[in-house]
């Protein structure tokens, strides 16, 4: 309460323009009336945090404009939901995805604005402490400088504090941005310490300004940029590197398992992550967010999870609230394109911590309705015609695959997981990391899986060998690499399993604390913690600057330790001593599917080609629509442009709202 209060206190009615607070969703309050007091001016700087998991990383819109419009991301079949960002058709200036990502930063840019100007004129507290919580305000508006420029290009570096309105704002040019967002990153990194301010880890510390650092040098490198005459490649590899030969000085680390890092139980204060969006706990308190909001609502698990019950007399259980696969009234509308799932090796276990492909029931312990008894299915002569499974296995059963407890929270009634039931034994459950996470490949011999959609086609001879219901992946897409509309016929029966697909599981958590249920709504709202940065993302950006400088056999020695983590039990890695471009492209995306920032790493390769050559080879309905001469930009919101006077000369970047592009 005392936060709130000291929020409230520093607030004033903000106006148009840069510093809008006009949002749909989301109304940041700051500004200077009571700054000169440590605790209001503390109150507010708390606030620069405030739209990380608010907004931007628990939302559709920011997901979509960094993820889609990708060789990653497709429409599932008969779904055209926000299609104009996922294929470019029709993207203009009202969509909504740009909109909030360029207001939510500008909002808090301007946040940071009034902490940093205000510093000098503040009464009380500690100088360490006024200059940690300055430098903390400088990286985060340095973040949110690099988040406008990666995806709109030329933008105003703004300097103006909430409550002062430029009504003819004038663009920068990428020089000028990437200069003001490195020098505020530098002088963040010499102020901020290695652990975090208060022990708290969701404020940001040196390790999340020099990486954050690197990611503005690789994504400047791109414009040709360089510093001092150095180029900004070079800059890029050099704080990466840094970063990396010098962990444990910065308190980097990295799993050395990749299980782990997707384990439910490091979701809170993971020890990879850089730089986190914190959500919020069960007891609906702060669970290390710097400035939280009490009605954070995350639902990213449901745009990127396909619904079992499409094979409904599979897949029986419907209750929203009762599934530890989670729902949500507009799920299910982003699927990987085939090349996100091929991309993976048969050694790779990023595929399993990535994707859920086996579809199995639960248990709820002390729930009659949820027994094993009621949740497990007995296999019939109709399931067998309708499924293709053979008939040998009529009189069988499929048994639930995870049991989960439930207990009531502060927050609400909480359903999570115990772990997973052990295989042709209902009396034992086996702890797991990840109760998402099912080991691939799925054994014939499997009992607790209901629906398994395979990387590797199988043949109808192996399908017969397996009492569960078998997809080939490859059977889900069109001859153009789209999901196919039409319906799926394994057996005598045509059924709606072609409206499967392989779901998106890093934003679906099941541990005790996670779940967020509000009595208004239908459906969970799963508010785990976010990973803005983390330590593979600078090992990836060491081994990309270095194939950019022609170092390609050093750049393989950055690779090598995600690749060496990810590797399943039996298997070797392939080895990949003179990496190329592509394969850089290649490995962020097995290692980051889904983290908000494949359409950010593709742009940075356009000279290349590779972008264009990406949605040619793996997202055709894009590549129709893609236009490389305004494609490279998202547009200038019509919203914004209708409250300044100079819309014409600042431009929409060429989606047509005003006759100049503006750069």
Known sequence: MKKILLYMAAGIVCATSFTSCELDEYNPTAGSSTLEHYDTWAGLQARCYSTLYHELYSKSDFLFLSECGTDLWLNPAATEYASQVFYY????????????????AYSIIATCNSVINKAGEVNGGKAEDIKVLVAEAKCIRAFMHLTLTTYFGPITLCTSEVGIVDNEPVRNSLEEVYASITTDLREAAGDLGVEPYGGNYARVTKKTALGLMARAYAQGAAEGLDENGVSYWQR???????????SATYGMYLYPDVSDMWADANNRNNKEALFTASGLDATGTDAGNAGSYFNATCYLYAYTKANPNNCSDLYKTQSASNSYLGNHSQGGVMAPTKHAIDVYGDWDKRYENTFLTAYGQFTIDDNPTFSVTRQSLRITSTTCNRYGISNEFVGDSIYPYAALAKATRPGGEQTYALGVYAKGDRSTIIPTKNPLVVDYPLAEDEDRIL??????????????????FCINISDLFDADGNYSEETYKPGSIATQANKLFPSLIKYNWCYDGVTRHLSTDQYDYRNGDIYIMRAAEVYLIAAEANVMLGNNSEAAKYLKP????????GYTVPSLDNPTEQDILDEYAREFAGEHMRWAVLKRHRASGLMKQALQNYNKKAAASFNESIHYCRPIPKLFLDQIKNAEEYGDNGYGYTANKGY
């Not at 203009?92 to 939510?104: A, D, L, M, N, Y």
């Not at 890029?236 to 010098?246: G, M, P, R, S, T």
């Open 89 to 104: 058709n029709g993207l203009g200036v009202e969509r909504s995805e740009p909109r909030k990502t360029w207001q939510q």
């Open 236 to 246: 890029a590899k050099e704080v990466a590197e840094d970063l990396i030969n010098n």
């Open 451 to 468: 629906i398994y959609l395979s990387k590797n086609d199988l043949t109808d001879a192996e399908k017969a060998k397996r009492r569960y």
């Open 562 to 569: 995600l690749r060496d983590r990810a590797c399943r039990t």
